[in-house]
């Protein structure tokens, strides 16, 4: 009997041990193959890439996705990544960010009133027909009373959404179908930017036949079966690691060139190993192992003009929520002088190269170069690095040392420490870049402290104008809409520098004025340049650096470019094997 | 036994209860909250953020709040999660399938290793093999999972390819066939060799120096004298006496098996418990990190109230009621 269960024990063990050797013996054949055929693509340097019928590319994310996919309720920039791939917006926007027609095309007299053509034949991924009606259902959705996303905004502009949403209505006035293709959409009031602001991402309609607005966030359509338009469609979806895509033939652009598109997800530690084994071939490269990834032979490194720009902010005031103003100024941080004098000491060209291998620009304006409303750097000041002219100004703004310590003390003769704070995440590199920075300032004579503080702390404390939080580092993103008032009109929660500027709040509420400026573009880049004068000239912040948006992708990988505005259409990638 | 464990269950009430007021408190006193942190400005607005907080009920009273929670946690409503939008007990529904996938298996591998291993010490104690054994041993107890996970994924992945790097199956393979379990055996053991080989040491050692400690009583001896073969002596008499104690572990083990390994899934981006709750709490997604912390507890609870009883069954002695 004894002897019986022992061997049982031992038979049961052998048992699961062979399974594990099946399954290593398995994976190694897998992992042979596929490593086969990357060797083959890597001999094919130089000359042009012949594409090659099918193929699969495997594209990685290096954070989760939260499995929202539909641009009606996405909200991370990992699920807009897959998003894009496989779902169209009825409009698309060019190298200076300024919209083009894509599906939809449009015409307008007043700013008020667009009439939008839809492309005819379009597909959804099911079969149906995308028509304006798709259209008018999600504008419905956004500005349905029970929708729970952040979308509202985009529609809420449009005449009768207001109505439509307090149940006064039963539809949105200001959507008008003409036919299938056609439709008038009228907005409560001219404004330059309605279109800018307007939702432009249909809904499939039988998807969502029959569920309540509530409860689509949480549905198939939205996290399992998801559909769209775009040049691939959904075929699986393993929450939290991986989505498989394969090719739309009926898309409307023609039909994809790839078979699939693997996505998945990787963490940040084996970005480099795996793309250097080509167990990857698209992904998004942080910049500071940018130059790892530009060395490996099988690898291009495809860079574009970022959108998001970093700075160092002063707190200038402190603001009342309630009031929407800010109530008090703060004294430290005052003269425009010491703000300058700190913008001259700090090498910024140096300090990318170190913290961001380089892969970003200095810049001197709170918009992206390559945004069509950025100033040129001629007509503002540049503030190269330069020390010695820091000190000047310095001691011609009344901060000298005067008890010998070796650090200046502010034009009272009180002791003068510039306490800077910057978020912490557990990124190695946040905590030296900025003592860089710090080390900058003490270098013509400033006497500066850091501190390291959690994130989300960090952005509580800036926000709510915590008073250890004087000087502190941050960043912010830009879209394709140039106006910027959310971040800087003086009466914003989120003009975090609390910095009070009559002209500057003019210039923005002109900007947007449709009698001032009308449909007329370049008086509006006027107004937009004089007011990134006035902000270059003030510094309630100091402008650091525009990070370039950078991919690693294998060599194999072919068609596929990038600007500043995102990947061109994916039915246009291939593969070369 | 009956009575024993209905008293236990009850006594585990207040202290779950207690519990509740510790987690929540705590995951109210971290900085910032879920609407907070890092901003799209393009994305969101103030008054959205505002409107979500005043939904989600953040701006009332902590007592209100508590009271709010606990009793939906009492009804079997843990709530929705602030980032998946989807509600906890699926989400953790979802995931827990991977991690006692996950757990099982690393748990098939300590006990192999460590029987192995802690079979052979303890029967030549003192050798060179011995100490070769309690070096590795104590090396794998010495280095962080996170060095062990990234150095795996090194070697196994990148340089030997015998392993995948990531995820929990290939999804290219249909679903529920043999190829999809195989790939899923083949994506879950290199995390569950480092979470395994890890866990191996106390075992190890502990059975090791058991068998050593038995070798020297009265009924082996006995056994000896009357000219049992030495395997038979170790490989019944003593191991059978040397498991007991080690049973008492598996009440030990529930805990980790369902608690998943919070470092060793983030490292292998294998979607678990452990890596939803790492997300949930850089992400301040209380609902579904105070319902994780609150499963937790209870399972810590409930694991050391089976140690107790399976004391009570493999040792005679020790009397539970």
């Known amino acids: 009997m004894q002897k019986k269960k022992s061997f049982y024990w031992l038979a049961a063990m052998l048992l699961i041990m062979s399974l594990f050797m099946a399954a290593c013996s398995n994976g190694e054949d897998e992992a042979g193959a596929a490593e086969d055929d990357k060797k083959e693509t890597e ?9 090659q019928e099918g193929g699969t590319i495997v594209y990685a994310l290096d954070a989760a996705p939260e499995g929202l996919f539909h641009w009606n309720w996405y909200g991370i920039q990992t699920d ?5 791939l496989f779902d169209d917006n009825l409009i698309t926007f060019d190298e200076e960010l300024k919209p083009q027609p894509n599906i939809a095309s449009w015409e307008t007299e007043d700013n008020k009133v667009f009439t939008f053509k839809f492309q005819e034949g379009v597909k959804w991924h099911n079969g149906d027909e995308l028509t304006v009606h798709d259209w008018v259902f999600s504008l419905e959705t956004l500005a349905h009373p029970d929708y729970e996303g952040p979308r509202y905004t985009n529609v809420q502009t449009v005449e009768g959404a207001e109505a439509f949403r307090n149940g006064e209505a039963d539809s949105i006035s200001g959507l008008e179908v003409i036919n299938d293709y056609e439709i008038k959409i009228t907005f409560d009031k001219a404004r330059v930017n309605n279109l800018l602001n307007l939702w432009t991402y249909p809904m499939n309609r ?16 939205v996290r399992r079966t998801p559909i769209g338009t775009g040049p691939f469609k959904v075929n699986k979806v393993v929450s939290g690691e991986s989505v498989e895509l394969v090719a739309n033939e009926d898309y409307w652009q023609g039909k994809p060139k790839l078979d699939k598109i693997i996505i998945k997800v990787v ?15 698209v992904v998004s490269v942080h910049p500071t192992i940018g130059k790892d990834v530009e060395a490996m032979e099988n690898v291009d490194l495809v860079t574009a003009p970022g959108l998001s720009y970093y700075y160092v902010g002063f707190k200038l005031g402190k603001f009342d929520n309630e009031k929407k103003e800010v109530v008090e100024q703060k004294e430290k941080y005052a003269d425009k ?27 001197n304006r709170p918009v992206p170069t390559a945004h069509w409303i950025a100033a040129d750097n001629d007509d503002l000041n540049t503030y190269p690095y330069d020390p010695e002219k820091a000190k000047e100004i310095l001691d011609e703004a009344g901060y000298v040392d005067t008890n010998d310590d070796g650090f ?13 704070s910057h978020y912490a995440t557990g990124n190695p590199t946040f905590e030296s870049r900025a003592k860089a920075l710090t080390q900058y300032w003490e270098e013509v004579g400033l006497k500066s402290t850091l501190e390291m503080i959690e994130v989300n702390q960090y952005y509580d404390m800036v926000e709510k104008d915590n008073e250890n939080m004087e000087a502190f580092f941050g960043g912010w993103g830009y879209g394709a809409d140039p106006d910027p008032s959310g971040l800087w009109k003086s009466d914003q929660l989120w003009n975090y520098p609390r910095w009070v500027n009559e002209e500057s709040d003019q210039l923005l509420e002109d900007a947007l004025d449709v009698e001032i400026v009308g449909t007329d573009e370049a008086k509006r880049k006027e107004l937009y340049v004089k007011w990134q004068q006035i902000v270059n000239e003030e510094l309630p912040m100091l402008f650091i650096t525009e990070l370039q948006e950078i991919y690693g992708m294998n060599k194999r990988v072919g068609g596929l470019t990038l600007d500043v505005s995102g990947f061109n259409s994916a039915h246009e990638w291939f593969v070369t094997e | 036994m009956l009575k024993y464990t209905l008293r236990r269950i009850l006594g585990m009430i207040p202290m779950l209860l207690l519990i509740s007021i510790v987690v929540f408190s ?12 890092e901003i799209d400005p393009n994305n969101t607005d103030p008054q959205y953020i505002e409107e979500m907080r005043e939904k989600a009920g953040l701006n009332d009273p902590v007592h209100v709040q508590y009271g709010r929670w606990i009793s939906n946690f009492m009804q079997g409503d843990f709530g929705e999660s602030t980032r998946y939008k989807m509600p906890v007990a699926e989400l953790i529904g979802e995931r827990m399938p991977n991690t006692l996938f996950l757990g099982i298996t690393s748990l098939v591998i300590t006990y192999i290793l460590a029987f192995v291993m802690g079979m052979y010490a303890g029967r030549k104690p003192y050798t060179t093999a011995d100490n070769l054994i309690g070096g590795v041993n104590y090396l794998g107890l010495a280095v962080p999972s996170y060095i062990a996970g990234v150095f795996a994924i090194y070697f196994f992945s990148f340089k030997l390819g015998w392993f995948p790097f990531s995820g929990s199956v290939d999804i290219t393979l249909q679903n529920g066939s043999f190829e999809y379990y195989l790939s899923r055996l083949h994506h879950v053991f290199l995390p569950a060799i480092v979470l395994g080989a890890l866990g191996t040491a106390s075992y190890t050692q502990f059975l090791r120096n058991d068998i050593i400690e038995s070798s020297r009583k009265d009924y082996v001896r006995t056994a000896r004298a009357k000219g049992t073969p030495e395997t038979k002596i170790y490989n019944k008499h003593i191991l059978r006496n040397s498991i007991i104690p080690l049973i008492t572990f598996l009440g030990f083990d529930i805990v980790t098996l369902i608690s998943g390994a919070i470092i060793t899934e983030a490292i292998f981006t294998y979607p678990g418990i452990g890596q939803l709750f790492l997300d949930s709490i850089n992400n301040r997604d209380y609902p579904v990190m105070m319902t994780l912390t609150m499963m937790f507890s209870f399972l810590v609870l409930f694991g050391n109230m089976i140690a107790d009883l399976l004391y009570g069954i493999v040792d005679p002695r020790i009397r539970v009621d």
């Open chain 1, 408 to 420: 200046r003390e502010d034009p009272n003769g009180d002791e003068f420490v510039v306490n800077f």
């Open chain 1, 43 to 51: 001999g094919n340097e130089g000359g042009e890439k012949a594409a």
């Open chain 1, 206 to 221: 039988k998807a969502f036949e029959g569920i309540e607005v509530a409860d689509m966030e949480g549905s198939d359509p």
């Open chain 1, 337 to 363: 002088k010491l703000r300058q004098a700190m913008m001259h000491s700090i090498n910024r060209e140096e300090w990318i190269e170190a913290f961001f291998g380089g892969y970003g620009d200095v810049v």
């Open chain 1, 267 to 281: 963490d940040s530690t084996a970005v480099t190993g795996a793309l250097q084994n080509g167990d990857i071939d």
């Open chain 2, 26 to 37: 705590l995951a109210l006193s971290m900085p910032g909250d879920p609407f907070g942190g």
């Open chain 1, 80 to 84: 807009a990544e897959v998003l894009g």
